[in-house]
């Protein structure tokens, strides 16, 4: 790799970067060694990182604004579950080559959420290589607020935000050759919507969370594992976006909302005198919070489809991606 | 990719991930959605994120435990740099395949550094592709205290701490073939040693800092541009290296101790005052703090040998790497 094609690459870093304004906690911005930011005083912070890697969790010929937006918006999701508002992030871009067009759409998307989400983008690197993308994310939530995997208890509804599925749907639809991308389902998936404010929301009213990225099943085991509890489903619950009942029949359906996953809804559970009171805060968000079961003593997931029974209820169904 | 493979990938996460023990500012550790740490009262947080790749940044035959240290080594130079002490880090790590001694070795040198600093690794990805090791730091440092490349003034000196050029005459030899880990220029190379110590040390003391990672004139050259002056050289007190002085003629030994970079030594200005101090702190470390030339009003670097001169005095002389 030649010396001048670093530059470039040094030169990129800085492309992407942009001042943040306005915000007294950047105390220092991109451009030294480090950034230095001021933490909110009686908060915690809470810190997570994911790579998107091209070909694997996105298409090649994903819209480049499409593929900035989606490798954050799948770190801030995570963010979204514990309950924690957005600050700070950094990001680790490796690129096969430069393309000012593609960079250009690539930062519009990455900002144009950041901006929404208030999550500054205060440090990067860019290197050569395979496309992929390393958002690390920084939220801030008062002391011992977090929503963490393992708080679910007996008797607790289970209840997911929004349609899950629809992103499942959307990247069977992109395989298919389509292409609009003002359609619904494609933007379910190229274009997640982390959910951040009713992650705060719930805060103090659900007592476990988790986002679906790997499929509603497969990360309800992930929350069941980390509480020591099981779950009884009520299928007839599920919340079925239009536009798959629309289209598919109702088996399909099912494993859509089921084993799909990146749509990167939340799924918590709550003590059952707090459902009414996080189902209306979220409608204030116009989001619909769905509950779908009940958290039982145990293992395992109970009232499943016969296709699903007995694959152990996680990680066997989760769908692969791009 | 199939879907077995991501576990695999998902299992190697938990794998390189150990519990913090006996931290009390780690509320969650690794697993959840997010980490959650709790940050210092007082203090603000320097964060930094640097990717490592493969024939770019080490050599793909490197030793996995060389990998592993520098990755996080050159992360933790920036938290140096800025006079910050190391506290928390994430690891993006993408891998073309798993091989279970070579991922310990990584877990190992990685581990190994990180816990001799103090740095608990809260957070992980590991996704398939080609060998990258993406590294976000976080470091704490008192309010209002960072070293940044924006303050040095005229009539500062200019002193760095060890003995740089030992880092690219180690890559020199590492391409000519030699392999003894133990050659103390192979170890500079490899695994270069952040200078956290001392970078906490010269808080206060130190009126601008910048590490030295692209080569001596090169970092001097940004440190110069954030801070609006000039610097002359005195090149007959530049520290030379005695394995460096034993065989290489003195041109060459000016030229690695100049452009070489990789060393990741501190490169920081003092106001005169300052500089015994800054000496004596640094001695109680056993790391020499050299003075090597002063800052002057304008632009650019005087002193410069022959041969630097007329190149601009940065970018141009930094050599590349693996």
Request: charged share 15%; glycine share 14%; proline share 5%.
């Given at each position: 790799m030649s010396r001048a094609?670093?530059?470039?690459?040094?030169?990129?870093?800085?492309?992407?970067?942009?001042?943040?304004?306005?915000?007294?906690?950047?105390?220092?911005?991109?451009?030294?060694?480090?950034?230095?930011?001021?933490?909110?005083?009686?908060?915690?912070?809470?810190i997570s990182v994911d790579t998107s890697v091209v070909d694997v969790h996105f298409p090649a010929?994903?819209?480049?604004?499409?593929?900035?937006?989606?490798?954050?918006?799948?770190?801030?999701?995570?963010?979204?579950?514990?309950?924690a508002r957005a600050r700070w992030c950094t990001l680790a871009l490796t690129l096969p080559e430069i393309d000012p067009d593609w960079l250009a759409g690539l930062?519009?998307?990455?900002?144009?959420?950041?901006?929404?989400?208030g999550c500054?983008?205060?440090?990067?690197?860019?290197?050569?290589g395979s496309?992929?993308?390393?958002?690390?994310?920084?939220?801030?939530?008062?002391?011992?607020?977090?929503?963490?995997?393992?708080?679910?208890?007996?008797?607790?509804?289970?209840?997911?935000?929004?349609?899950?599925?629809?992103?499942?749907?959307?990247?069977?639809?992109?395989?298919?050759?389509?292409?609009?991308?003002?359609?619904?389902?494609?933007?379910?998936?190229l274009r997640p919507q982390p959910r951040l404010a009713a992650g705060e929301a719930l805060r103090g009213l659900a007592s476990a969370a988790i986002d679906v990225s790997d499929g509603l099943l497969a990360d309800l085991g992930h929350l069941l594992r980390a509480s020591g509890v099981g779950a009884q489903l009520d299928l007839e619950a599920l919340p079925l976006a239009t536009p798959l009942r629309a289209t598919l029949d109702s088996d399909q359906v099912q494993r859509r909302v089921l084993a799909g996953g990146d749509d990167y809804e939340l799924l918590v559970t709550l003590p059952p005198a707090a459902l009414a009171t996080a189902q209306q805060q979220l409608a204030a968000l116009h989001l619909p919070l769905t509950?779908?079961?009940?958290?039982?003593?145990?293992?395992?997931?109970?009232?499943?489809?016969?296709?699903?029974?007995?694959?152990?209820?996680w990680d066997h169904f989760a769908e692969r991606r791009a």
């Open positions: 094609a670093l530059s470039e690459f040094a030169l990129i870093a800085r492309y992407l970067a942009r001042p943040a304004s306005g915000r007294a906690d950047i105390v220092v911005d991109n451009g030294d060694d480090c950034a230095v930011i001021a933490p909110t005083s009686g908060h915690q912070l809470a010929a994903a819209p480049p604004a499409a593929i900035g937006h989606r490798a954050l918006a799948v770190a801030l999701s995570d963010l979204a579950a514990m309950g930062g519009e998307g990455f900002h144009a959420l950041a901006e929404r989400c500054a983008l205060i440090g990067g690197d860019v290197t050569r496309l992929s993308l390393s958002v690390t994310v920084h939220g801030e939530l008062p002391t011992g607020s977090a929503l963490t995997r393992a708080g679910a208890q007996v008797g607790d509804w289970i209840a997911v935000t929004g349609y899950p599925g629809r992103a499942a749907e959307g990247l069977a639809r992109w395989q298919q050759g389509e292409r609009d991308l003002a359609h619904p389902l494609l933007d379910a998936y509950p779908i079961g009940r958290i039982v003593a145990g293992e395992g997931v109970g009232g499943l489809p016969e296709a699903f029974v007995g694959l152990g209820g």
